[in-house]
């Protein structure tokens, strides 16, 4: 079982960075690829970007390339997302999730396990 808590969201103008964290409890932490996926209100929950269990490869949607970094430290059992110049379209429901394949998913139902999500909103 692996519990996670995202933290980090918030309201921030249009061109600014928040960095999103998620906590995950479990001693088998490095054993999982981790994802963020977000979701609009009335959309679908889509994919972001993903990492690895060693961190070496990373994933992200086509959207957020260059403006979005993932990244873990699994010394502290924490994955992260760096966003910089953030645009109103950036803004939703953010989510992490954690599955146990060497290659993370792309796709939300084939994640083992979600966290409750933070908001973030991006105003013009």
């Known amino acids: 079982q692996v519990q996670l808590v995202e933290s980090g969201g918030g309201l921030v103008q249009a061109g600014g960075s928040l960095r999103l964290s998620c906590a995950a409890s479990?001693?088998?932490?490095?054993?999982?690829?981790m994802g963020w996926f977000r979701q609009a209100p009335g959309k679908e929950r889509d994919f972001v970007a993903a990492i690895t269990w060693s961190g070496g490869t990373t994933y992200y949607a086509d959207s957020v390339k260059g403006r979005f970094t993932i990244s873990r430290d699994n010394a502290k059992n924490t994955v992260y997302l760096q966003m910089n110049s953030l645009k109103p379209e950036d803004t939703a429901v953010y989510y992490c999730?954690?599955?146990?394949?060497?290659?993370?998913?792309?796709?939300?139902?084939?994640?083992?396990?979600w966290g409750q999500g933070t908001q973030v909103t991006v105003s013009s």
């Open positions: 999730a954690a599955d146990d394949h060497r290659i993370p998913p792309l796709i939300p139902h084939e994640y083992d396990y």
């Open positions: 479990g001693r088998t932490f490095g054993k999982y690829a």
